[in-house]
């Protein structure tokens, strides 16, 4: 034993020495049991073992995964991402399943004092046994479970068996049964679910499952996250936060808090090591004495001078690493290590405002939101995660919102957004559907909050937890709602709203004060805090979705100012590349029946919108590739004409997170990065309206607004211009301006009368450059039109492209607006994309692919919003 530690923890604890039994002596041992199962379909389902008899004998199964993965995997069923498949795999959802797999027990694992089998994940409805001894009954996807097994373990060979009911036909009778049934998302098409039915409002799984409006409807089965045993005797560590009790340019005061569960009474060490980001470290010990059960310990650690971690675009991301150790005499038993960064994190609300301050300085967010990254979260490894994060962060963001309809993301996810400076807006997943009210569903929903929660709290790209997506709005404003709470008449209609207000206004928020105090609560999103009418301009956050769903034009965003703007969308289809992926080599329509499968928005008909707004603002399409081009550009202009509107609007408005970031699956949807990792135009697009310091421009009435917009902490010096000219180059009006860009500011630099700007010029016939200027380099640039893009009469671009390798200069003798690099079925990856090109301007483009570069310079066909060359 080292003696001059155990003389400081006897000095610092006033307690006895270390208790010398041996029996603390052996560390906890994890086995996993990740990897190779048996699945087959369960002998109870008698319909579901006649109807598919091949499935009801064992095949192969991976964990972690689901049935519909091994089902594929095994080719017994076809990939729905392909074709139009997706109702080929229904039959797997509404069925029962068992996995089951050895596990090898030696001796000396019996003499362990404990054997728990621990479950990061089971979806949903499980049954756990082991040696035909059933021991633990789950019901909630989005929680760890833990149950002792070794009362029922042996030496040598164990079989454990999981069985897994449908969670479709397990709430069925139920809901059925209830005369009104809550309201719930996307019905079924698939006839599984009658049309106001919904089974998905009263389960805690992945809503998105069920279907939505961007995703298939794959109601996913199986042990979805890794599962292990655990060894362990007397003591191990349950959980550790580290809370930030104070942070100043001097010292940061931290506290770690343990939970220990142990089963007997007795002492134990718990050493805890901050490293910080330079590599030194510091070590703080303790003696504690536990009495049998849950034990809370906090132990007190300060950090001097220390650094801040800051959003990206705001500063460095220093992380500290803090590793607690449960030790005995002579060995440490347990550990756990965790990330952590200090920052300070303020939601701005003051007459309706709502923002947030990261250190004490109001950031502008700028971002997206995220749906899961794909139907079947066991299959999504860390490289496809940080392919989305850099490429949010490569695109000036500064925010993703994880949305509340998927699940809770694995801790890779949120160590690359610490690490890349992303701040998380992080929703609980409640996707939409209204609540059960009922005590029990509340307590389960506790237990999965406090464990998420604790789980998450280390990481300082969270800065806000929201307690679900569009419940309460949905709940006071849809339709739908009102008419069923106008059926179920006043009592009910309380009783209900009673129950959500309790859910998301105390049992979520008293999780987050609780188990990571200092990070904002809110209630929903959008949301005023219980303060006022939610969804509106004026107070709290806001969705906006008269453009698309309603169909109104998309200037409609240049109406008002909201406080923030955390849903706002435009549909576009993804890359060539993607859509062969999936559809095949056969020639394509708008409305082929493998798109319309691929489109979920009005149940498969979403398509005849992406053609009316065609319609409304661009060109007829050459070809199948020009219409995906022209969807594309559409999304680009419709979300750059919000964004930089919302950028205008500061400080009224704080925030502008677009819809959506990602797909789920290869699809036609509100993504700006498909499923396959290509960005479409709107993220090259997002590039340049969130960038740093932007130009804005708004032509309405017979005016130029110009603004600028600076998210810098400290005044830049810069130049502002504007010309006109016609379609044969001929300049026609200009202005321009030196200008100090003030610290976190926008403002309008003027208003500029068609006639100052135009002169005579007609309005088909001539165009507008702005620009903003730093150090005389042109930091952001947007082109003003008096008339939609279909009205204009563009020249011919004379586009060429002279290539180097995978390096390609693009040179135009006209205005070519919008230009994209299509390479049609060849997946590549161009550094910039849906730019614009002056007369005689050249921009040299970088192409990221495996094909080589001769494939690259055949596939190439360049497209603009003007005439053919």
């Not at 040598?156 to 009911?165: H, S």
């Not at 700028?366 to 695109?395: C, T, W, Y």
């Not at 550009?633 to 930089?644: P, S």
Request: charged share 25%; aromatic share 8%; hydrophobic share 40%.
């Amino acid at each position: 034993m080292d003696l001059l530690w155990a003389r400081k923890l006897a000095a610092a604890s006033g307690m006895a020495m270390l208790l010398a039994s041996s029996a603390w002596a052996a560390p906890l041992d994890r086995i996993s049991l990740d990897g190779a199962w048996e699945i087959r379909v369960d002998p109870r389902d008698a319909d579901a073992a006649k109807a598919h008899p091949r499935e009801a004998v064992w095949f192969p199964a991976r964990v972690p995964g689901s049935v519909q993965q091994d089902l594929i995997a095994a080719e017994r069923a076809p990939d729905p991402f392909k074709g139009i498949n997706e109702a080929p795999i229904q039959w797997a959802g509404l069925s029962g399943w068992q996995y089951r797999r050895v596990i090898e027990v030696s001796p000396e694992m019996l003499a362990r004092d404990h054997l728990e089998l621990v479950f990061d994940g089971l979806d949903t409805f499980a049954t756990v046994s082991v040696n035909g001894t059933d021991l633990l009954t789950t019901g909630n996807a989005h929680r760890r479970w833990r149950v002792d097994a070794k009362p029922v373990l042996k030496a040598g060979r164990n079989e454990l068996v999981i069985a897994f009911a449908s969670p479709i036909r397990t709430l069925q009778p139920k809901v059925l049964a209830e005369a009104n049934s809550l309201p719930g998302e996307y019905e079924s098409a698939f006839g599984d679910e009658p049309k106001g039915k919904q089974t998905s409002p009263y389960i805690r799984k992945p809503k998105y499952h069920y279907g939505w409006d961007w995703g298939p409807r794959l109601v996913a089965t199986g042990i979805w996250r890794p599962a292990r045993l655990e060894a362990w005797d007397n003591a191990r560590i349950d959980g550790l936060r580290i809370e930030q009790e104070a942070l100043n340019d001097f010292e940061a005061r931290l506290v770690a808090r343990y939970r220990i569960v142990a089963d007997q009474d007795g002492e134990v060490r718990l050493r805890t090591t901050l490293t910080a980001p330079n590599g030194s470290s510091q070590n703080v010990e303790r003696v504690a004495r536990l009495a049998a059960g849950i034990n809370d310990v906090s132990v007190p650690m300060t950090v001097t001078a220390p650094r801040r971690w800051w959003p990206t675009g705001y500063g460095d991301q220093p992380l500290y690493k803090i590793t607690g150790a449960l030790a005995d005499a002579d060995s440490v038993n347990d550990r756990v290590d965790r990330t952590i960064g200090l920052r300070t994190v303020e939601l701005i609300r003051k007459d309706g405002s709502f923002g947030f301050k990261v250190n004490g300085v109001p950031i502008f967010a700028k971002g997206a939101n995220l749906i899961p990254f794909d139907m079947f979260p066991a299959r999504v490894g860390s490289e496809q995660m940080r392919q989305i994060v850099e490429s949010a962060r490569d695109a000036n963001m500064n925010m993703i919102r994880v949305w509340g309809g998927g699940y809770y993301l694995d801790d890779a996810f949120y160590d690359i957004a610490d690490e890349l400076g992303m701040m998380v807006w992080q929703d609980f997943m409640f996707g939409g559907a209204v609540t059960p009210p009922d005590a029990d569903f509340r307590h389960d929903v506790q237990i999965e909050a406090e464990e998420q929660v604790e789980r998450l709290q280390p990481h300082p790209s969270v800065i806000v937890w929201a307690g679900n997506n569009e419940v309460l709005s949905g709940w006071e404003n849809w339709s739908d709602r009102k008419a069923f709470k106008k059926r179920v008449g006043a009592d009910e209609q309380e009783r209900i709203g009673v129950g959500m207000a309790v859910l998301f206004d105390r049992v979520l928020r008293d999780a987050v004060i609780t188990r990571a105090p200092g990070i904002p609560y809110w209630p929903g999103s959008p949301s005023t805090d219980y303060e006022g009418p939610t969804d509106t301009d004026k107070d709290g956050d806001r969705h906006f979705w008269d453009v698309w769903s309603g169909s109104k034009p998309v200037e409609r965003y240049l109406d008002t100012c909201p406080r923030f703007m955390s849903e706002y969308g435009f549909q576009a289809m993804p890359d060539m590349s993607t859509i062969r992926g999936f559809a095949g080599k056969a020639p394509l329509t708008i409305d082929s029946p493998v798109l319309k499968a691929h489109q979920k928005f009005l149940a498969g008909e979403g398509n005849e919108r992406l053609g009316m707004y065609l319609d409304q603002r661009l060109r007829p399409a050459r070809d199948f590739g020009d219409l995906v081009y022209l969807t594309q550009v559409n999304q680009a202009q419709a979300i750059d004409m919000a964004a930089r509107h919302h950028r205008a609007c500061r400080p009224v408005t704080m925030g502008s997170l677009y819809w959506q970031l990602n797909d789920t699956w290869p699809a036609i949807s509100w993504a700006s990065i498909d499923y396959e990792g290509q960005w479409k135009l709107l993220h090259h697009a997002a590039k340049r309206f969130f960038a740093p310091q932007a130009i804005v421009t708004e032509h309405k009435n017979g005016a130029t607004r110009v603004a600028i917009v600076s998210d810098a902490t400290t005044p830049v010096q810069a130049e502002w211009r504007i010309a006109g000219f016609d379609m044969a180059g001929k300049s026609l009006g200009t202005r321009r301006e030196a200008v100090t860009l003030e610290p976190l500011s926008a403002r309008d630099v003027a208003t500029i009368a068609d006639s100052d700007l135009f002169s005579e010029a007609d309005a088909t016939a001539s165009y507008a450059v702005a620009e903003l200027l730093i150090d005389g380099r042109s930091v952001s640039r947007t082109i003003v039109e008096r008339v939609l893009p279909k009205d204009m009469a563009y020249a011919a671009p004379g586009l060429s492209a002279r290539w180097q390798g995978k390096q390609v200069t693009i040179t135009a003798k006209a205005l070519a607006r919008a230009v994209m690099l299509d390479f049609g079925d060849v997946a590549a990856q161009p550094s910039d994309d849906g730019f614009d090109l002056l007369p005689g301007e050249s921009v040299t483009i970088d192409i990221r692919s495996e094909a080589p570069a001769a494939a690259l310079r055949r596939a190439l066909t360049l497209r603009t919003l003007g005439p053919q060359a």
